[in-house]
């Protein structure tokens, strides 16, 4: 079965495999963000509600925040991206995720984008 992916309007994506949740940014967001040279993770254990902020990411243009496309725990972060912010660049939608959440409402995915919708949303 393949992962489901979801989007939200703040350009971030969602990847769930079972109760685990996969996030990142989108290419979009990274193009609108250029080259990206800092990212603020957080700890693993910590939890979120849905829309909470739950990171930075600087680039040469702006300072964004990461925000948690659904309500869960922090179960992993990529430290990969925290050594080398390029990657996200590189690699957004694949080896650039963030963190991985265990879902705490697996209802909330319902109110994200699919890729059609959210193709149109980037515009």
Do not use: C
Not at 14 to 21: C, K, P, S, T
């Amino acid at each position: 079965m393949a992962a489901t992916i979801r989007y939200t309007e703040d350009h971030e994506w969602v990847r769930v495999d079972g109760d685990i949740a996969t996030v990142g940014i989108t290419t979009h967001a990274q193009e609108q963000l250029g080259d990206i040279v800092f990212i603020e993770l957080p700890d693993v254990g910590r939890t979120f509600a849905q829309k909470d902020e739950a990171g930075v990411i600087e680039s040469v243009k702006a300072a964004s925040e990461l925000y948690a496309p659904v309500s869960g725990e922090i179960v992993e972060t990529n430290a990969a991206i925290v050594d080398d912010p390029a990657l996200v660049n590189r690699d957004p939608m694949g080896e650039g995720w963030f963190v991985k959440i265990r879902l705490a409402d697996a209802g909330e995915l319902d109110g994200l984008m699919d890729e059609a919708a959210y193709a149109a949303h980037a515009g």
